[in-house]
């Protein structure tokens, strides 16, 4: 699980669009919202400021399910 303040960072490689969450484990596998592919985690921690990382990667911020069921 990433510590506060630590993303993690996901990519896709059907359209190459780069995403952060809070903890790439959260769910069992990542869709990406624009083309609906798995998403690869790429990078595991990530300090720093959630919107600074994301701008600085030019990576778009997602946002862990509210429940699993």
Same mark, same amino acid.
């Given at each position: 699980?990433? !510590?506060?303040?630590?993303?993690?960072?996901?990519?896709?490689?059907?359209?190459? !669009? !780069?995403?952060?969450?809070?903890?790439?484990?959260?769910?069992?596998?990542?869709?990406?919202?624009?083309?609906? &592919?798995?998403?690869?985690?790429?990078? &595991?921690?990530?300090?720093?400021?959630?919107?600074?990382?994301?701008?600085?990667?030019?990576?778009?911020?997602?946002?862990?399910?509210?429940?699993?069921?």
């Amino acid at each position: 699980m990433a !510590r506060d303040g630590q993303l993690d960072l996901l990519h896709c490689g059907s359209c190459l !669009r !780069r995403f952060l969450v809070h903890d790439a484990n959260a769910k069992p596998a990542w869709s990406c919202p624009a083309c609906d &592919r798995q998403l690869q985690l790429v990078v &595991r921690s990530i300090p720093g400021p959630p919107a600074q990382t994301a701008s600085a990667l030019g990576a778009t911020l997602m946002s862990a399910p509210l429940g699993d069921g």
